[in-house]
């Protein structure tokens, strides 16, 4: 039995990520050994998501309102309904396995002012997700949930089109909302304070799920600090009007750092499972204020986002941009959110004439981007920064003897036979009528036989190309698995990245690795005595290359020097 199958099979009762066994193999001259480790890799389940839609009720907000209705159905059956448009019965991508979905409106009261719509007495709609959809909302229920909930393995009871149009009663929030709107303040109370076991969101936020955010709104955030009532006070008149006062005083509202950092302690331990998706006052023909918020350095300058009265109509603000929906003032702190959570963020023009689709798909796509469990790789691998590729790989068992699934550009006829004790370098494959070679996602390996009489096919993963430029690893030019070493991974923790561009389970050449398999990453590492060249108190943490020697401790030269 070869050495691989030995240490999975030892440990298979027992492994759990971060779980080896190694075996040493000294070659002839004894100057070199080799360790062999296999770790067993836990994969992520599908998919799930709690998302909290924050939508603007004020009157201005009627026509976009109404655009949003109308396109966000069409995110969430991205998400929530499998598609085949190609025919090949395997859908198009992943789906969400579970889903938590609320609204909540800006409004958390005019601080005693009694303005219209505000429900002062009792602090607003006290950032408590919405349970009733507008009296005018057609065919909608009473009332519903305090948020929406899909499982997967309850659609027979409530299927994906049942929650689509849910939401869409929920959403239809009506216009007499409150003028001081508190969109950033209404979104982290909802999720703390609210969220509690005596709160009235109690049950939604799930702190081991991804959180996803957006923002809907027409005005920027005016959430109020209560170290400054002086911001809505009657007789500061000094301060300009009172509906135009956030604007023009953002250094009386809440602190921008402060709501940055809340919204990141809500994903906490893992930063990546926060995704806000912000449609606001930017201009949309401007690249500078929209995508990514680590791209968005140059927005606050753009002539569009400065903040000035309008001469023609004193009671508002220049827009940062017009659409046939309406009018937006510059969104100047939900910029600004965007630029402190970076990558996190994805900001798009509430005017766009087109679809907002495309921004909220990128910005959960995090989503289908199969890592494991744990924020970081049990242990670091054999990393050649050169190639920007380990020397492990990786082989999946599967959950019967069924064939690995075919790849139709280098199908299994064009490759020779392989097993795991083959898997660091199988025979190539080869096109038979051009010669060239290729690799296909996943390679058969043979069928393993376990002690409880069971068959299981193995299966190669493909280790996906990255090219190396100026010392830097670029993105995946093709489908497979990858390794990310601590020094270019989040947070400095080595990280094993499952599936390049593809999501978990599809059915062809397409997929990563498919439900019930298991996931086993076999390594080799070759020690050379010769060719150690670290400090005398520590040789081995240098090892220069196969064409090198040592010259001095700490010094690796070429061997025909």
Known sequence: MDPYRRCALALAATLAAGSDCSQL?????????????????????????????????????????????????????????????????????????????????????????????????????????????????????AALPPFLALDRSELETYPPERLIADFTCLAAAGAAGCGIEQPLAAALRALTVQAGDEGCNRGFRRPEVPLALIFVTDEDDGSLDPAHPELLAPDRSDLGPLPLRSALHPELLRDMAELADGFEALALPDPARLMVGLIVGVPYDSPVCTGSGDHLYACLGASEMTVQVDPTRPQTII?????????????????????????????????????????????????????LPSDCFPRQLPFDPDTCRTSCVLVETLADDRPCPRTPDCPPSWCPPANAGAAAAPPPCVDPVTGRACTPHKRDLGTVHLPDGSSHRQCLLRQADRPATDGACGPPVADGWYYLPPDL?????????????????????????EPGSDVELLCWKTACADRFCGPPASPSELQCAGDQYCATPGECRPAWD
Do not use: K, Y
């Open 25 to 141: 193999d000294e070659d002839p001259g004894g100057t070199c050994t080799t360790t062999e480790f296999s770790v067993s890799v836990d994969v992520l389940p599908a998919p799930r998501l709690d998302m909290l839609v924050v939508l603007d009720d004020s009157p201005s907000m009627d026509g976009e309102r109404q655009a949003f209705l109308e396109q966000f159905p069409e995110v969430l059956r991205d998400l929530l309904v499998e598609s085949d448009p190609d025919g090949d019965t395997c859908p198009e991508h992943v789906v969400l396995d579970d889903l938590h979905l609320a609204v909540v409106t800006p409004n958390l009261g005019s601080d005693g002012l009694g303005l219209p719509g505000c429900n002062d007495d009792v602090g607003g709609d006290e950032a408590c997700f919405r349970l009733a959809p507008a009296p005018a909302a057609p065919d909608c229920p």
């Open 319 to 371: 827009p940062a941009c017009n659409s046939v929906a309406g009018r937006a003032e510059p969104a100047r702190r939900f910029v600004d959110l965007a630029q402190r959570l970076s990558s996190s963020a994805r900001v798009t023009s509430i005017c766009a004439p087109d679809s907002w689709e495309p921004m909220l798909l990128d910005l959960l796509s995090p989503l289908f981007v199969h890592t």
């Open 489 to 513: 991974a989040p947070n400095h923790c080595p990280r094993l990245v499952l599936d390049s561009s593809v999501p978990l389970g599809c059915c062809d050449h397409r997929g990563s690795v």
